[in-house]
Nanobody
Framework: QVQVVESGGGLVQPGGSLRLSCAAS????????MGWYRQAPGKQRELVAT???????RYTDSVKGRFTISRDNAKKMMFLQMNSLKFEDTAVYYC??????????????WGQGTQVTVSS
């Protein structure tokens, strides 16, 4: 059974930093693309950043220059370093792995979500 667990959320003041972590475990042969998403109350979930198997990255304009997505393939982990946080970054953040299992169909797996609150 594939499991995805994320952590690192919390309360931070404007201008502060947080690092989110996400780990996949189980009967996994390898992982493909990865991404971070967020959803604020009453708003639609949006893509924050993605990182592909060749380490190419993409970011939504609102976080460019402030957030950095990275991955550790050996540990089957991904990270989101968030700097210069703003009130508008407050949301529940979700990670996503594209998982290639030893058997079965490859698919996207999602973390449980972690709350990030930016407040003074």
């Amino acid at each position: 059974q594939v499991q995805v667990v994320e952590s690192g959320g919390g309360l931070v003041q404007p201008g502060g930093s947080l690092r989110l972590s996400c780990a996949a475990s189980g009967r996994i042969l390898s992982v493909g693309s990865m991404g971070w998403y967020r959803q604020a109350p009453g708003k639609q979930r949006e893509l924050v950043a993605t990182i592909d198997t060749d380490d190419s990255t993409r970011y939504t304009d609102s976080v460019k220059g402030r957030f950095t997505i990275s991955r550790d393939n050996a540990k089957k982990m991904m990270f989101l370093q968030m700097n210069s946080l703003k009130f508008e970054d407050t949301a529940v953040y979700y990670c996503r792995f594209f998982v290639i299992p030893f058997s079965g169909v490859s698919a996207n797996y999602w973390g449980q979500g972690t709350q990030v609150t930016v407040s003074s």
